[in-house]
């Protein structure tokens, strides 16, 4: 199931309004797909409203408002090598504020304190229930989905601060969407972003040192996972700089795209 946040475009009347929303049809075919809106929240068991619009006739926002977004570092062995670094003996975890999300289609700001900001393609997990000192073998019921991620980071920044709270938590620097996909396995799923449509990094999820479940179980013995909380996975090599006017898409099978553009922050 493919659960999304949007809003309704003008010349409805539920225009403005935000749900909670299941998408029907195949994403290759943006005509064919359809909303069905949700009462509430989607955790637990949704409930339909029996309302339904047309892909065109709603903007999908980010498919959830995170209380809070751990994200993992170093994560792909290569993308440890390529930036000069070692994988570390544990998961290496920061957080990126809520502040940080954005949605499909909207714009990542170019901070005016970087000169060199990168994409970080990632699949994302969503925590479904409150949740802390997950065993291995629950972690399945705890997580409500997975949806596509850019840990969009100020490389400059990073290195020259040696933390990582500006680098990778200033605003918009946290795409997610376009929805959440809640029948995946994640053990090897296909990773790619491109810029302007070139391809930059290609990965699989079987490359992760560390899988879904060692991150939950790492992560939820030192902190409480709330429903709607997101954990980043790790990026796979290729990371490269982003420019104003680049148009950045990140893609992971089995999901679908997130696609965002660079704007200078006004």
Same mark, same amino acid.
């Given at each position: 199931?493919?659960?999304?946040?949007?809003?309704?475009?003008?010349?409805?009347?539920?225009?403005?309004?935000?749900?909670?929303?299941?998408?029907?049809?195949?994403?290759?075919?943006?005509?064919?797909?359809?909303?069905?809106?949700?009462?509430?929240?989607?955790?637990?068991?949704?409930?339909?409203?029996?309302?339904?619009?047309?892909?065109?006739?709603?903007?999908?926002?980010?498919?959830?408002?995170?209380?809070?977004?751990?994200?993992?570092?170093?994560?792909?062995?290569?993308?440890?090598?390529?930036?000069?670094?070692?994988?570390?003996?544990?998961?290496?975890?920061?957080?990126?504020?809520?502040?940080?999300?954005?949605?499909?289609?909207?714009?990542?700001?170019?901070?005016?304190? +970087?000169?060199? @900001?990168?994409?970080? *393609? #990632? =699949?994302? /997990?969503? !925590?479904?229930?409150?949740?802390?000192?997950? %065993?291995? $073998?629950?972690?399945?019921?705890?997580?409500?989905?997975?949806?596509?991620?850019?840990?969009?980071?100020?490389?400059?920044?990073?290195?020259?601060?040696?933390?990582?709270?500006?680098?990778?938590?200033?605003?918009?620097?946290?795409?997610?969407?376009?929805?959440?996909?809640?029948?995946?396995?994640?053990?090897?799923?296909?990773?790619?972003?491109?810029?302007?449509?070139?391809?930059?990094?290609?990965?699989?999820? +079987?490359?992760? @040192?560390?899988?879904? *479940? #060692? =991150?939950? /179980?790492? !992560?939820?013995?030192?902190?409480?996972?709330? %429903?709607? $909380?997101?954990?980043?996975?790790?990026?796979?090599?290729?990371?490269?700089?982003?420019?104003?006017?680049?148009?950045?898409?990140?893609?992971?099978?089995?999901?679908?795209?997130?696609?965002?553009?660079?704007?200078?922050?006004?």
């Amino acid at each position: 199931m493919r659960i999304a946040r949007f809003s309704v475009r003008e010349g409805s009347p539920a225009a403005g309004s935000v749900s909670f929303g299941v998408v029907e049809g195949d994403p290759s075919r943006p005509e064919s797909l359809v909303v069905h809106a949700l009462a509430g929240h989607p955790f637990g068991q949704p409930q339909p409203t029996g309302e339904s619009y047309r892909f065109q006739d709603v903007r999908l926002l980010s498919p959830m408002l995170p209380n809070k977004i751990v994200a993992v570092g170093r994560n792909y062995a290569a993308h440890a090598a390529e930036l000069g670094n070692d994988v570390p003996d544990v998961p290496l975890t920061f957080f990126k504020p809520s502040t940080s999300v954005i949605g499909p289609t909207e714009s990542i700001a170019y901070p005016p304190f +970087s000169s060199d @900001v990168h994409h970080e *393609a #990632e =699949l994302a /997990v969503v !925590i479904g229930r409150m949740c802390r000192e997950v %065993p291995l $073998d629950r972690v399945p019921e705890v997580i409500l989905g997975y949806t596509c991620a850019n840990d969009v980071t100020a490389r400059d920044v990073q290195q020259r601060e040696g933390q990582w709270a500006r680098a990778k938590g200033f605003d918009t620097a946290c795409p997610l969407g376009p929805w959440i996909e809640t029948d995946l396995d994640p053990s090897d799923l296909a990773i790619t972003c491109t810029v302007n449509g070139g391809l930059r990094q290609t990965g699989r999820t +079987s490359l992760m @040192v560390r899988s879904v *479940a #060692e =991150l939950v /179980v790492h !992560i939820s013995e030192a902190m409480t996972l709330l %429903p709607g $909380d997101v954990i980043l996975t790790g990026t796979p090599a290729g990371v490269g700089p982003l420019n104003v006017g680049d148009e950045v898409a990140v893609s992971i099978e089995g999901i679908g795209t997130l696609t965002n553009k660079v704007i200078k922050r006004g």
